[in-house]
């Protein structure tokens, strides 16, 4: 069975530092791809960086990027030089099936940025 | 603009009490779907559906109901409500395939009394 595993409950981080959000994964599946979403405390769900399991280069977009590594099953999101609006939860989360679109999400990190 | 909406945003209601809660995405997406979301359980999908009149269970799917009428449309029926399900729920939708970003509704918090 697929699963996602987020240990980080809760991490604090200074503004302005960089912070790193742990993900592992588990699947049989030979192709997958890893999704990282944000959630503020307004409630909605943001999309902020993908990965394919095919990809070689991590991905990144903007402050946000993916460290991935595929013989650990790990992919970690990294944010940098982090902002007081960075606080949130975030997610990680694992698509399903390659013909589906179910999401498969882990239990999230809190994190909160200090001024 | 593309989105994903649902309404209402919040509700409260009684054990017993039939609610729908309504869900429609304005990109023409096959495929659509709803979560939970728990304090330390994540996102669980409730029910999903891949094209009109084609709709299958989820891992949480006791409690609730679906129909997909229309390609746009996807309501989550709950026929009787009871406490347990008090939780913030997403109605989602996505492209079949290949490596999709998949949109969120902005969530509806529900509280069953």
């Known amino acids: 069975a697929q699963k996602i595993t987020q240990t980080q409950p809760g991490m604090f981080v200074q503004e302005k530092e960089a912070v790193t959000l742990d993900c592992t994964y588990d699947t049989s599946d030979q192709s997958y791809g890893l999704f990282w979403y944000k959630q503020p405390s307004s409630g909605e769900m943001i999309f902020l960086i993908y990965q394919g399991s095919y990809d070689e280069q991590n991905a990144t977009e903007g402050r946000y990027s993916l460290n991935f590594q595929k013989a650990r099953k790990s992919a970690n999101l990294v944010i940098s030089a982090s902002q007081l609006g960075d606080s949130a939860m975030y997610f990680c989360a694992m698509k399903g099936a390659p013909q589906g679109g179910k999401l498969i999400f882990g239990q999230g990190t809190e994190l909160s940025v200090k001024p | 603009e593309a989105q994903v909406t649902q309404n209402p945003r919040y509700l409260i209601t009684v054990t017993g009490k039939k609610l729908t809660v309504t869900c429609s995405q304005n990109m023409n997406h096959e495929y659509m779907s709803w979560y939970r979301q728990d304090p330390g359980l994540g996102l669980r999908q409730i029910y999903y559906s891949m094209n009109v009149e084609v709709t299958d269970k989820g891992d949480v799917p006791e409690g609730y109901k679906v129909s997909r009428k229309e390609k746009r449309n996807f309501p989550l029926i709950l026929e009787s409500p009871s406490p347990n399900q008090t939780s913030l729920y997403f109605c989602?939708?996505?492209?079949?395939?290949?490596?999709?970003?998949?949109?969120f509704g902005p969530g509806t918090r529900l509280t069953v009394l």
């Open positions: 989602a939708s996505t492209v079949i395939g290949g490596d999709n970003e998949q949109f």
